[in-house]
T-cell receptor
Framework: QKEVEQDPGPLSVPEGAIVSLNCTYSNSAFQYFMWYRQYSRKGPELLMYTYSSGNKEDGRFTAQVDKSSKYISLFIRDSQPSDSATYLCAMSVAVSSGSARQLTFGSGTQLTVLP | DAGVIQSPRHEVTEMGQEVTLRCKPISGHNSLFWYRQTMMRGLELLIYFNNNVPIDDSGMPEDRFSAKMPNASFSTLKIQPSEPRDSAVYFC??????????????FGQGTRLTVV
């Protein structure tokens, strides 16, 4: 079993729809949760960052973490064709200041927003 | 800043040949990561360096893979000899010194390797 599970999709939605992307994980030591967006033939770029449980909102994007269920979500409101990309969840354990944080990635969900 | 720079962007080589991938991290970043991405396995961490020192290479698949970071502005990932199953997109990422809870990893554009 992988440490991080993510439905690969593909997921197609009409423009303006609310999109829900999800990941589950098995390592209870994970404390930092991230969502990366990867456009075709590009490197991943950080979209959202959350520490421990709770919600975080940034514009049309909301990240949720439920550590009790080991479940994280990314919601995209008013989705746009420019949101079409692969979304990867990533997680890491706590490390001491000055150390590097190793990320464990989900396999990514391919999203297409149709105009 | 130009971001993380990788070269070459594309590499096609014959089985058995040596392949060297190059990475220039963002200036001032003290951590560097090499990842491999395939459809089957997703994004896998191969090795990471902290202050130019290899910290964890447990993700390196075989002895055919080696990585070096001779200075803070350059790293290489070498595959010798290459095999068709090494075909993948290889990403380099760098991050600044960890302070508090934030330490974003910035990825390069990747090197698409095809071994025939």
């Amino acid at each position: 079993q992988k440490e991080v599970e993510q439905d690969p999709g593909p997921l197609s939605v009409p423009e303006g729809a609310i999109v829900s992307l999800n990941c589950t994980y098995s390592n209870s030591a994970f404390q930092y949760f991230m969502w990366y967006r990867q456009y075709s033939r590009k490197g991943p770029e950080l979209l959202m960052y959350t520490y421990s449980s709770g919600n975080k909102e940034d514009g049309r994007f909301t990240a949720q973490v439920d550590k009790s269920s080991k479940y994280i979500s990314l919601f995209i409101r008013d989705s746009q064709p420019s949101d079409s990309a692969t979304y990867l969840c990533a997680m890491s354990v706590a490390v001491s200041s000055g150390s590097a944080r190793q990320l464990t990635f989900g396999s990514g969900t391919q999203l297409t927003v149709l105009p | 800043d130009a971001g993380v720079i990788q070269s070459p962007r594309h590499e096609v080589t014959e089985m058995g040949q040596e392949v060297t991938l190059r990475c220039k991290p963002i200036s001032g970043h003290n951590s560097l990561f090499w990842y491999r991405q395939t459809m089957m396995r997703g994004l896998e961490l191969l090795i990471y360096f902290n202050n130019n020192v290899p910290i964890d290479d447990s993700g390196m698949p075989e002895d055919r893979f080696s990585a070096k970071m001779p200075n803070a502005s350059f790293s290489t990932l070498k595959i010798q000899p290459s095999e068709p199953r090494d075909s993948a997109v290889y990403f380099c990422a760098s991050s600044p010194r960890l302070r508090g809870v934030t330490a974003e990893a910035f990825f390069g554009q990747g090197t698409r390797l095809t071994v025939v």
